[in-house]
């Protein structure tokens, strides 16, 4: 029945995360390491279970699969909504915990339990309980800050959706490998990949699903969303401490501060607003001379040095976070957490005229203290399509 392949890329917040939960503007950028969803459909089975739907999580080295029966008993089938994405009911969220309660997923990696319950409200919502077979593989570090979550709902509905017929990507002439969605397509994916980072998240923005289904660079604010043009590169080094975190907790960490002390942080979210409106526009400033691109730059490293004191403000630093700060003002750097914090990656902006020794001796330091720095393209392709 042939295969259906989507991928999705991770992204960067360049300003305003958790702040967006709250109705605050955010800037996010598409970044070029993506999660690839491939999916089989299988035909149905003659046998008593009705077949399986499996899914292969190739980055953490664990498969998983579940008769169609079992699934149909627990979930039902809601095939006709596939035109209308709706939220995961709380029974339904309680029938897929039972479910994966029965899987013995070791403990240290019992956080996959989220991506998968995403996977299952994903599947059955859009092709019903029918057999399949689905792998997925990311380039992105998990639950590091850079949207895993999105790139893997966006990608897992991309591919559901197209099985399903109900999107159809366009390539552009016989050679291209990857082809796109028409942006009604998008739309629907992107609004199914929102139901599914709900899941994983708890109470997502829709920033992170919206620029890994849109690309290019992003203004999002309450829902909705406008494309940036970024008129100079923005060139930004990622440096991933490997500590580990949860999007989920982090938020939750935030609300709870914001009903704490609801004035003090309505004042922070507002500055940070403040923040992401002068940062989107300094980004679609067109300049041209190397002292007008340096005075662009300055401005946006002030901008990003302000987030991160507002970020320490909502608690979502964290000490091998601060290390990174240190380490790259040693160099006249400025750098800033992305993502939900608590660890996960910094950004640091790479200005033009850095010297390729000085950018050299900031990634040693960084890499002698164990975190892994790597560059990224900003503002690239958003979900693509690669036919079977
Ligand atoms: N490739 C993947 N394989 C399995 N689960 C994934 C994958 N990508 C994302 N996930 C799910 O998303 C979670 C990470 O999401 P989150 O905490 O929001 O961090 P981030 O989105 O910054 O990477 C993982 O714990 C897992 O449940
Ligand atoms: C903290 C937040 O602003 C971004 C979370 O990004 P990530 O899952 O850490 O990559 C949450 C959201 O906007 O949904
Ligand atoms: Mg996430």
Same mark, same amino acid.
């Given at each position: ?163 399903? $017929? ?39 923005? $829709? ?45 939750? $960490? ?88 608590? $660890? ?45």
């Amino acid at each position: 029945m042939g295969e259906f392949r989507a991928r999705a890329p991770g992204k960067i917040i360049l300003a305003g995360e958790h702040a967006v939960v709250h109705g605050s503007a955010a800037i996010a950028a598409a970044i070029d390491l993506y999660t690839q969803s491939s999916l089989h459909l299988l035909p149905p089975s003659e046998e008593e279970d009705a077949g399986k739907v499996e899914v292969d999580l190739r980055d953490t080295g664990l498969v998983f699969s579940w008769p169609c029966s079992q699934l149909w008993e627990a979930l039902g089938d809601k095939l006709a909504g596939v035109n209308s994405p709706r939220p995961c009911s709380s029974d339904e969220l309680a029938a897929m915990a039972k479910l994966l309660e029965q899987e013995e997923i070791p403990e240290d990696k019992i956080w996959i339990a989220a991506g998968l319950s995403a996977f299952l409200y994903l599947y059955t919502s859009i092709l019903g309980c029918r057999p399949g077979k689905a792998v997925v593989k990311s380039d992105l570090p998990l639950g590091a800050g850079l949207g895993s979550s999105a790139a893997f709902c966006v990608s897992i509905s991309g591919a559901l959706l197209a099985a399903a $017929g109900a999107v159809c990507a366009q390539f552009g002439n016989a050679r291209t490998e990857w082809g796109s969605f028409g942006k009604d397509d998008l739309e629907l994916v992107n609004q199914w990949a929102f139901q599914g980072e709900k899941i994983i998240h708890g109470k997502p923005s $829709g920033i992170d699903n919206a620029v890994s289904t849109f690309g290019s660079m992003i203004k999002f604010k309450n829902g909705e969303f406008t494309n940036l043009i970024s008129r100079n590169p923005v060139k930004m080094l990622i440096t991933d401490t490997r500590v580990g975190r949860n999007t989920k907790a982090l938020v939750a $960490g935030v609300s709870e501060r914001v009903s704490r002390h609801p004035d003090a942080l309505a004042s922070v979210i507002s500055a940070v607003n403040s923040i992401s409106e002068e940062l989107s526009s300094i980004v679609e400033l067109a300049v041209e001379d190397e002292i007008a691109i340096t005075a662009k730059e300055e401005k946006l490293a002030e901008l990003m040095e302000m987030n991160q004191g507002l970020l320490q403000c909502m608690g979502v630093s964290h000490s091998s976070l601060e290390t990174v700060l240190r380490t790259t003002l040693k160099y006249n750097l400025v750098s800033k957490l992305t993502g939900a914090g608590g $660890g996960g990656c910094v950004l640091t902006l790479i200005p033009s005229l850095l010297s390729k020794s000085v950018l050299e001796k900031t990634t040693d330091e960084l890499e002698s203290h164990g975190f892994r720095c790597f560059q990224v393209e900003v503002g690239g392709r958003g979900l693509q399509f690669c036919r079977g």
